[in-house]
């Protein structure tokens, strides 16, 4: 079977510092590696299960199957997220491999981009003793983290950290995040410290104890292309709760709701999502919320073509051949918001 490269549009690549560009580089050679990785540890368990096969034949059938996930991936974020159909099932480790191979590197340069972009405007800043306490919701492979510890790295912070948790409904994703850790240079995972993985669903309104514990004590709570696949189910309620005559919503609300109620005050938000315009149905369910209890915006801005610096190694490039396809490099249209929660909220 053969695939060939869809449709991705050519931009022009934005800035970014040449340590930025080498730790983008690296993390998609861990990517790479860790599908090798798997490869390896494939032969190991048919060699034992006296089939005979070669490694080029296990490398070959994996291909075929992470191109079948990767297109899969392509079509579902591209047709089906505005309609309460069909989604990845995130459970299944070649879907999650699919994603980060094609995704996972341009959402973390998005993260970068806005952080960065809001830094040089004067909109956020940052001190060398800063540590930051993060939750990202929906944060999938960890994208959101490693372009917040990218842009750390950058301003010169190197335990940028003091807690990282990672919300989504599926915690599946713990596995892939770990194996691509565990091979990330030393002076990238130390940076990290410890990492925990919380199951959440976005369907729940309420929230569970745990949860408002990891969200009250976050400093950066991240919603990055994860409002999008769910703003079709929430839509439809917030339309049921909407709140009247400018008082705050009697009842419950929605999870977002939830989320932002219980986060710290001086906590922010970073959101990005996909949108043209600031009209969107996802951003509008976040700033209803937003609005409502008092948070103030940071910084905002709609991205067009948002293009990633590709500074592929030699052992990327050789498998961008053997895979006939690229990771995605450029971001079509990009809504981002920075968010501020005052002291005094509803
Ligand atoms: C497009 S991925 C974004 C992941 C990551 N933030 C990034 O930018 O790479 C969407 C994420 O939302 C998660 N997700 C989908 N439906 C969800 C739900 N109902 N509740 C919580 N997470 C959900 C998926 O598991 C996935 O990790």
């Known amino acids: 079977m053969s695939y060939g490269q869809p449709f991705w549009r050519i931009a022009q690549p934005q800035f970014s510092s040449q340590s930025a560009k080498e730790d983008l580089s690296q993390f998609l050679d861990t990517i790479v590696l860790v599908f090798n990785i798997c490869v390896d540890r494939n032969v190991q368990l048919q060699l034992e299960e006296g089939k005979d096969r070669t490694k080029e034949q296990v490398s070959c059938d994996l291909k075929e ?10 079509r579902v974020y591209k047709y089906n997220l505005s309609r309460q159909i069909e989604r990845l099932d995130f459970n299944n480790v070649v879907t999650q491999w699919g994603y980060m191979y094609v995704y996972m590197c341009r959402h973390i340069h998005l993260v970068y981009h806005v952080m960065s972009t809001a830094l040089r405007q004067n909109r956020i800043t940052v001190h060398s003793k800063m540590q930051t306490s993060i939750c990202a919701i929906g944060a999938g492979p960890g994208s959101d983290v490693l372009g917040l510890l990218m842009f750390f790295r950058e301003a010169g912070i190197r335990f940028p950290f003091s807690e990282i948790n990672l919300l989504d409904r599926c915690v599946a994703w713990n596995d892939s995040w770990r194996s691509l850790i565990e091979k990330l240079p030393k002076d990238i995972s130390g940076a990290l410290g410890e990492c925990n993985y919380h199951h959440f669903d976005f ?28 703003s079709a189910w929430l839509r439809g309620k917030q339309f049921h709760y909407q709140h009247r005559n400018g008082q705050p919503p009697r009842g419950h609300w929605h999870s977002i709701y939830s989320i932002l109620q219980c986060m710290q005050p001086g906590a922010i938000v970073l959101y990005i999502d996909n949108g043209s315009s600031q009209n969107t149905v996802h951003r509008k369910i976040l700033m209803d919320s937003a609005l409502l209890l008092g948070f103030q915006v940071l910084y905002e801005d709609n991205l067009t073509d948002f293009r990633m610096p590709c500074l592929f190694s030699k052992t990327c490039k050789e498998f ?24 005094r909220t509803y």
């Open 65 to 74: 199957f992470c191109m079948a996930e990767i297109f899969n991936n392509s």
């Open 203 to 230: 369907f729940n309104d309420e929230l569970t104890d745990n949860l408002r514990r990891v969200i009250n004590k976050a400093t950066f709570v991240t919603f990055v292309k994860s409002v999008s696949p769910v």
């Open 320 to 343: 961008i051949k053997y895979m006939n396809f690229r990771p995605c490099s450029v971001a079509g249209q990009n809504d981002t918001l920075l968010l501020w929660k005052p002291n």
